[in-house]
């Protein structure tokens, strides 16, 4: 019988059972796929966004009021320490755009390889293909039971992940197993996700990517505004400020549908749009409508602005009148559409809700419900933006559990 048991293969988990090693603990990992961190290896298109570079306050503050939570093992192991951490086994780094940390090789394969060495080196006996289906607590442990085969541990980890890309393996296991053990489990939901948007035109430019636009929420009093790049896809919308956005509207969405601005030319008024627009006319006066806007946006939107203008593309731009020109400002500020709900776990980077934090001792993340109990990762309820912060939360979390862990085996 083993000190400790680590239910899940992930960064999490992988972390948690290294470090509890580390400290001289017998640990065994079981891991129900038949190989480690397989949702690690799609982390940032294959490229893995391993952390950031932001301090403990702002990382706290960009996750929203519920990764208070994170203080603890955001001190105990922060994000210079995942860096160093990484470059400690072998792994070099890069410091992308944004603050965000890849590997140099921009491969997630060797983010794994470096994990798998630490478990190696630290000791920790892998068990590949064995699926927790129950846990129990008695006469002072834990009985795993995984098929025809029963484990017990005096400590126990949970770090099975959450209910995103469940084809990965987080199929929302470490929640059924939490709540036997007495947790509370906050409600899910699919964040860092795509939207579905009701407007047919979205499919018309689906694919197109754009920079440096706005996008404003708002339902109600409740209102949103993100700043950055996005995508159109064949149900709707998607890209970074998207998936950001749907942190904030996804409970929103519980209510009914969120209407949302598009706006092309955030960086200018609509008085100096105005401005630039006449100019824009008087010099290139003989043009007609539809190539004047390639100066606008990307041609794959012509057709969708200029049916949405209500202005013939073919017409020669020094006829259009004042009130056209009102349109068009009205537009490039405004393109309007209905946010009719948020993609499903399949396509989420995060879970929303899980084992409720306040159940959880943040300096240890030990149970404060059933002691020698553990949880670690996505499993909990904590999620951050794109960014890094997701992968965060796994390495300080696993970190914290595999010392506090430890400490007690
Ligand atoms: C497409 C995509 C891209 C992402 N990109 C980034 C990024 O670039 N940067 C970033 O910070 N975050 C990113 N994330 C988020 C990040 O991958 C997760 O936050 C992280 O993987 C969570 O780690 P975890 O160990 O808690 O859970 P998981 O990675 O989900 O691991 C849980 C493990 O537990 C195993 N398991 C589940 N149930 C059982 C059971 N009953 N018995 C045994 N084993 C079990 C699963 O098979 C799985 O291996 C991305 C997520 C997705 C989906």
């Known amino acids: 019988m083993p000190d400790i048991i680590v239910i899940g293969g992930g960064p ?19 891991e129900k796929n038949p190989s480690l961190g397989r949702k690690l290896l799609l982390t940032g298109q294959g490229r893995c966004n391993i952390t950031n570079n932001l301090d403990a306050r702002q990382f706290i503050t960009d996750c929203g009021p519920g990764a208070k939570f994170l203080h603890g093992a955001l001190a105990r192991f922060s994000t210079r320490e995942a860096v160093d951490f990484f470059e400690r086994l072998g792994l070099e780094l890069k410091l992308e755009r944004g603050g965000r940390y ?27 293909g064995k699926k927790a289906e129950r846990a129990e607590r008695g006469n002072g442990c834990f009985r795993i039971f995984a098929g025809r085969q029963t484990f017990q541990a005096g400590r126990l980890v949970i770090a099975a992940g959450g209910l995103s890309f469940p084809a990965t393996g987080s199929t929302g296991d470490g929640y059924l197993l939490a709540a036997a053990l007495g947790h509370t489990i906050v409600p899910t939901l699919p964040t860092d996700v795509p939207l579905g948007v009701r407007e047919d035109f979205v499919k018309e ?30 149900f709707g919308v998607s890209g970074p400020i998207v998936l950001d956005a749907s942190r904030v509207i996804g409970p929103w969405l519980e209510h009914g549908p969120v209407d949302c601005v598009l706006d092309l030319k955030p960086a200018l008024s609509a008085e100096k749009l105005d401005e630039r627009l006449k100019r824009d006319i008087q010099s ?12 606008f946006m990307p041609s794959t939107m012509i057709p969708v602005f200029a049916g949405q203008c209500g202005i013939d593309p073919v017409m020669a731009v020094n006829q259009t009148t004042a009130g056209q020109r009102r349109t068009m400002i009205g537009l490039l500020k405004g393109i309007r559409f209905t946010v009719t709900g948020l993609r499903g776990f399949e396509e989420a980077v995060a879970t929303a809700g899980g084992v409720a934090t306040a159940e959880v001792d943040p300096r240890t993340m030990e149970s404060k419900i059933t002691p020698g109990l553990f949880f670690c990762g996505e499993v909990l309820d904590l999620d951050g933006p794109c960014g890094g912060y997701n992968l965060q939360i796994a390495w300080s979390t696993g ?11």
Do not use: C, I, Y
Not at 19 to 27: Q, Y
Not at 102 to 120: G, Q
């Open 12 to 30: 999490a988990g992988m972390m948690a059972a290294g470090r509890a090693a580390s400290l001289g603990a017998d640990v065994w990992l079981l």
């Open 102 to 128: 890849f590997p140099e090789s921009d491969d997630s394969h060797d983010v794994l390889r470096a994990l798998e060495r630490f478990l190696r080196d630290e000791g920790v006996k892998v068990l590949k």
């Open 205 to 234: 430019l689906q694919g197109l990517s754009l920079r440096n636009v706005e996008l404003r929420f708002g339902q109600g009093s409740s209102k949103a505004v993100f700043f950055g790049e996005m995508l159109f896809t064949h």
């Open 284 to 295: 290139r006066g003989r043009k007609n409508f539809r190539n004047f806007l390639k100066e």
């Open 399 to 409: 970190f914290t559990a595999g010392t506090g862990a430890a400490a007690k085996a």
